[in-house]
């Protein structure tokens, strides 16, 4: 029984049999305020290259009304299991089908949403993976792409945007309709549907020969917020980078970016349609790295505009090179257009992509960047630190590799050959291979076919005087967790080693040596006779994808001196082999936070501050020595306090820290300093206490047991919107009573009426380091609902809950026994097995952690 999978092997045949030429779908979202069905009719014009076959089309609704092949009507009967059964088929084939579809509320299909600022309905799209079919009958496979026509009925009055240029509606009364162009060929994923009382700001992109209309919308209540300026010069400098770059013009008709709610993902590139989570559009007061990352998404979906879009993946087995070109061209494009805000943005990514990528390749589930994708719910379980990470870590060393123009012009030869069509991985390696003249299928087998990180260690003898007698890069397989797939191989690295020395109290990058390692052991004879520097570092400029460590010496200077490194790539090097090696256990938690203590204090890179704030919180709560922890937690509480107040009155290190603080506060004057905060008798000179500062502090305060659901609804009155609406049920979550855990709990695990928004905001208010005590007797609840869960919930929601709910503060042997256990007893299919095991693998390292720490 198929159930709402589909297998490889039926894509392959399905395709074998089938060319789609067109869809034309009429949606009637008249029902939208009141929510529940909507009417979806679909008619289809496809080719069979055997005539009297039969295949099938997907759909996933509550009922089918009408089923018409050929002018002849079939039995509803022959939809059963998310497919309709299409039998004999003709050489070229007309179907019609008529369908109740639903509203959903995760996130998935067509998602609804009443904002509570206005008590409106807003609407939008989600299809990828395979929702498409939860708003129309269709042929759910990249490789199958058709023209769309769309026409809409909606309620008068509103904003209907999809891929092709939104027409002038016609009608009268309560609804109008508008009827769309048919689009370009593509995949049905990245169709969609923008509909509701939204508001758009309007410019557009023009070069002489080229206009494209650009449109940016939002909710009206978010409407103050929004910087479109902002987003469109980011948007220009991405048309301007990359149609230079791919040599090929902008392929769709108009560029619309719509931020919506409730959105799981970062963003989703449908075709001229892109949509984003609203909280890109900032309510409160950020720092720069939320803008960095903003912008980072708005290119990573232009990018996908030509590759994605343009020319798509024949199956989801290449989803990681879709999304790691796009993750790689988003950071090219920061760290080179003239006029980029953020040219360090390799930092960015050394600092948040790699530290991704390490930890996800480090756990059991890992995998080779080439996964086995054989069905959708393989597929669903691979958005991960592979796919997005990992893979463009090593697409980044491909470049290295072949070199940057070749890579381009490989690139522009393939946008070329492929434009409107589905290719495969070869395809690109082909025109790479031709514009570089090197052959890749060593390099591709070595990284992309293997599972694991390796780990290059200097080996160097230095003699009395302090010259250098001999430099080697020695390289260790991969420890591959038990379990893990694939083989732990050495691969060849294109690094640079950094010398550095101490000039005026900076590190100083003196000298810089490029080369290829390979094997267990590569000699450096360049650095052989020279002057030990004061620091050697391996991986400089972060060409490859490693686990790097210093050796004795330079370690003591960077510890001392991590703050000091003139520029902010090394630094973020350096940060995250510290964070490496105390994840390994290689560094004690304790010490972790001497380091990020000295070193934050000169730290000028806003994103690297609040990624080491992230850790050294996590570290405590998880790697410390249990009986050291609260001295560690004291001593960071302290830390943040001091920092906040020394920071310039108005930076972004002062938000951080002043965040920070929210979070650690402990002692009574320290939670005392909150509460001033809050209510306004205490000022901190610069900080800007607004709405989602304001949040941050009084969840600590109901946390911690001082302020109470009173407190939470007056904030809620203040600030009635969604996202206030999801703070209060973080914070009422976050009460530490045992009637506020049984509550939160029984509204996501035993009720399913929570949006996936809300759900989220509950699970993040219920799992309270601090309230250990109060969530111990949850570990067995857990494993008695999370199959259940598993099997009756959306994907979307079930991982949510999986992951989110898993007793992870109950670091204990006792813990990966009643896993273990469950996992004997349970006998969870392999996606839920995945998350959960994953779950586990915490816990375990955070055991050994916290050994390493004692
Ligand atoms: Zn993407």
Redesign the pocket.
């Known amino acids: 029984m198929p159930g709402t999978n589909l297998t490889r092997e039926e894509a392959r045949t399905r395709a074998a049999l089938l060319a789609v030429d067109a869809y034309e779908i009429e949606l009637d979202l008249s029902s939208a305020r009141a929510g529940g069905t909507f009417r979806s009719t679909t008619v289809v014009r496809f080719t069979a290259a055997e005539p009297g076959a039969s295949t099938f089309i997907d759909l996933v609704a509550p009922a089918v009304t009408e089923i018409v092949l050929n002018g002849r009507a079939l039995p509803l009967e022959n939809f059963a299991d998310s497919r309709i059964a299409l039998p004999d088929l003709a050489a070229e084939n007309e179907l019609r089908v008529v369908a109740d579809c639903a509203y959903t509320n995760t996130g998935e299909g067509l998602h609804r949403f009443v904002d509570p600022a206005d008590g409106e309905t807003y609407l939008y799209t989600q299809f990828e993976v395979p929702d498409a079919r939860r708003v129309f009958a269709n042929f759910e496979q990249p490789d199958l792409k058709a023209a769309f026509a769309f026409t809409v009925t909606a309620p008068a009055g509103w904003v209907v945007v999809s891929n092709s240029p939104t027409p002038e509606p016609v009608g009268d009364g309560d609804t109008r309709v508008w009827t769309f162009e048919p689009t370009p060929r593509m995949s049905t994923y990245i169709t969609a549907l923008i509909a509701g009382p939204y508001v758009g700001v309007f410019d557009s992109y023009d070069n002489g020969a080229q206009h494209v209309p650009f449109g940016v919308y939002c909710r009206p209540s978010l409407r103050e917020h929004l910087d479109a300026d902002a987003i469109f010069a980011v948007t220009r400098q991405g048309f301007d980078y990359f149609q230079e770059k791919f040599d090929f013009p902008y392929p769709f008709a108009k560029y619309d970016q719509l931020f919506v709610p409730e959105f799981n993902a970062g963003a989703m590139?449908n075709a001229g349609a892109v949509t984003f989570r609203d909280q890109y559009v900032f309510r409160s007061k950020v720092t720069d790295a939320s803008y960095e990352a903003r912008a980072a998404t708005i290119l990573?979906e232009l990018a996908?505009m030509w590759f994605g879009d343009l020319v798509t993946m024949e199956w989801w087995n290449d989803l990681w090179l879709?999304?790691s070109f796009?993750t790689f061209a988003e950071v090219v494009c920061q760290a080179e257009a003239p006029g980029s805000k953020w040219p360090h943005s390799w930092t960015t990514f050394a600092n948040q992509m790699k530290t991704w990528a390490y930890r996800q390749d480090q756990l059991p589930s890992t995998h080779p960047i080439m996964a086995e994708i054989n069905d959708l719910e393989d597929v669903q379980v691979n958005f991960d630190g592979i796919t997005y990470a990992k893979g463009a870590s090593v697409l980044k060393q491909l470049v290295a590799y072949v070199g940057q123009d070749a890579f381009f012009q490989g690139v522009r030869a393939y946008f070329k050959r492929h434009a409107w069509g589905n290719t495969r991985l070869a395809d690109l390696l082909g025109a790479l291979e031709e514009a570089s003249g090197r052959d890749l299928r060593a390099w591709s087998a070595a990284w992309l076919e293997t599972a694991g990180i390796n780990v290059l260690r200097p080996e160097l003898s230095v003699a009395a005087d302090g010259t250098i007698e001999s430099f080697a890069v020695l390289q260790e397989a991969p420890a591959l967790p038990a379990g893990a797939r694939g083989e732990a191989v050495l691969r060849p690295h294109r690094i640079a080693v950094g010398l550095y020395e101490l000039v005026d109290g900076k590190l100083v990058r003196t000298d810089r040596i490029e080369l290829d390692v390979d094997g267990e052991r590569t000699t450096v004879p360049q650095l052989a006779g020279r002057k030990r520097p004061a620091v050697l570092l391996l991986n400089d400029d972060d060409l490859s994808y490693a686990k790097v460590r210093l050796d004795a010496d330079s370690l003591a200077v960077v510890t001392a001196h991590l703050g000091d490194f003139a520029d902010s790539l090394p630094r973020a090097l350096c940060w995250a082999s510290a964070w490496d090696m105390t994840r390994d256990g290689e560094l004690a938690t304790r010490d972790y936070l001497a380091l990020a203590l000295s070193g934050l204090q000169r730290e000028s890179d806003i994103g690297v501050v609040q990624s080491v704030q992230r850790q050294v919180k996590l570290a405590l709560e998880l790697y410390a020595d249990p009986a050291w922890r609260e001295t560690g937690l004291q001593r960071w509480a302290d830390a943040a306090r001091s920092a906040l107040h020394a920071a310039p009155a108005g930076s972004d290190h002062q938000l951080a820290w002043a965040r920070t603080l929210a979070g650690a506060a402990r002692t009574d004057d320290q939670l005392a300093l909150l509460a001033g905060l809050l209510d306004g008798t205490a000022e901190i000179d610069g900080l800007a206490v607004d709405t989602e500062l304001r949040w941050s502090l009084l969840g600590r305060l109901v946390a911690t047991g001082r302020a109470d659901e009173a407190a939470v609804d007056a904030e809620l009155a203040r600030d009635n919107t969604s996202s206030g609406q999801e703070h209060a049920a973080t914070c009422r979550a976050a009460r530490p009573t045992a009637e506020a855990k049984a509550e939160a709990w029984a509204s996501v695990v035993d009720s399913d009426t929570l949006t996936n928004y809300v759900q989220d905001a509950v699970i993040a208010g219920f799992q309270q380091p601090d309230q250990r005590e109060l969530l111990a007797a949850y570990t067995e609840k857990y494993f008695a609902s999370v199959k259940q869960v598993w099997e009756t919930r959306s994907h979307e929601i079930s991982q949510q809950i999986i992951g989110g709910l898993y007793p992870a503060y109950a670091v204990s042997q006792a813990t990966l026994d009643a896993t273990d256990a469950w996992l004997a007893a349970a006998d969870p299919a392999p996606a839920l097995r995945r998350q959960v095991v994953e779950a586990r693998a915490g816990v375990e390292r955070a055991l050994k952690a916290q050994a390493a720490d004692r």
């Open positions: 590139e990573h996908h879709n999304e796009a």
